[in-house]
């Protein structure tokens, strides 16, 4: 039998990541991504578990690139980065829609929602995921899946900042994914962030920049 959560242990990891969200939403912007800048420049020189793990990704798809180093600062830095403007946008959802300054190419989707076609937007990580999510609320309405994190108090932030213009969302569940579709046949635009880390019975390895990558199928069987 596996160990249990302590309730009040979990109450307490829950509060505590909501408070330091919060406070990071409150910071102006440009505070917000300094303090991120210097954070993810400090992970790139202590011997931390996200760093190794950017040195082993990259030394396997970028085996021969001339400065993995500065490619390992930069990726830890955008990370830190994307994490402090999702607190900021979460707490303050009209501050992240108003970021976006112009669209290219969104006739085909504004044509499609149109007619009432069954539309899925493939979002990877790239950037802050967050902002796209307020437009297509905005412009369209949208259903939307997430993974909850196990702690009932984040999870209301994350729902309450993401569902701010009126987005849906479902969790990553076998009910969460019935709920989708079911939008999708009534002609709904819904999304998903088809890189999440799929659990065993939702993934198959494929190849990725040459190597054998666990990866989600979720996206394949609903399009």
Not at 176 to 198: E, F, N, S
Request: some cysteine.
């Amino acid at each position: 039998m596996g160990r249990r959560t302590n309730p009040y242990i979990q109450t307490l990891k829950g509060r505590a990541a909501v408070g330091a969200l919060r406070l990071l939403g409150l910071l102006p912007f440009r505070l917000n991504r300094a303090l991120a800048t210097a954070l993810g420049g400090l992970l790139a020189r202590l011997s931390t578990e996200a760093r190794e793990v950017t040195r082993i990704n990259l030394s396997l798809c970028l085996p021969d690139h001339p400065d993995r180093e500065a490619l390992v600062r930069e990726s830890l830095v955008e990370s830190v980065k994307n994490t402090f403007e999702i607190a900021r946008f979460w707490s303050k959802p009209e501050d992240g829609l108003r970021r976006v300054v112009s669209e290219q190419g969104d006739g085909p989707l504004r044509e499609a929602v149109a007619n009432k076609e069954p539309i899925l937007i493939l979002a990877p990580h790239l950037g802050c995921w967050e902002v796209l999510n307020f437009w297509l609320a905005r412009e369209f309405g949208l259903h939307a899946m997430f993974a909850p994190s196990g702690l009932p108090e984040l999870d209301a932030l994350v729902k309450q900042g993401r569902e701010h213009f009126g987005t849906t969302m479902y969790p990553a569940t076998a009910r969460g994914v019935a709920g989708l579709v079911r939008a999708m046949r009534k002609g709904a635009l819904t999304a998903i962030l088809p890189d999440q880390v799929a659990d065993r019975r939702s993934g198959r390895f494929a190849p990725f920049f040459g190597q054998p990558a666990y990866t989600g199928t979720l996206s394949c069987k609903l399009v």
